[in-house]
């Protein structure tokens, strides 16, 4: 498994926008496809997007649409997730994962990523 660390979660209002960040312990973090998802309680956890390891190709959750940017920086060992225009729906708490090697990038199942961080909050309000 590969070391995921999530970063950035926090509590904002319906509009804002939030960073959230996952640092990989691990020298081979470029090697991997990456992804975010979300969970609340009570739901099984969701895709939000993914990249693949170079970074050329990203695939987002129909409910991102344009709001949120996948992004990762591989010199860094450095995964983003730009979210603007938060609303309440995303009101969750999110993860970073590392696919099982020889995955494909668009593959939305979280049964295909194996490595995962231990979450982020973060919380939208009215």
């Known amino acids: 498994q590969v070391p995921l660390v999530e970063s950035g979660g926090g509590l904002v209002q319906a509009g804002d926008s939030l960073r959230l960040s996952c640092a990989a312990s691990t020298r081979t973090f470029s090697s991997y496809n990456m992804g975010w998802f979300r969970q609340t309680p009570g739901k099984e956890r969701e895709f939000v997007a993914a990249?693949?390891?170079?970074?050329?190709?990203?695939y987002n959750a129909d409910f991102v649409k344009s709001r949120f940017t996948i992004s990762r920086d591989n010199a860094k060992n450095r995964l983003y997730l730009q979210m603007n225009s938060l609303e309440p729906e995303d009101t969750a708490v999110y993860y970073c994962?590392?696919?099982?090697?020889?995955?494909?990038?668009?593959?939305?199942?979280?049964?295909?990523?194996?490595?995962w961080g231990q979450g982020t909050q973060v919380t939208v309000s009215s």
């Open positions: 994962a590392a696919q099982i090697p020889g995955g494909s990038t668009s593959d939305r199942d979280s049964n295909q990523y194996n490595s």
């Open positions: 990249i693949s390891w170079r970074g050329s190709m990203t």
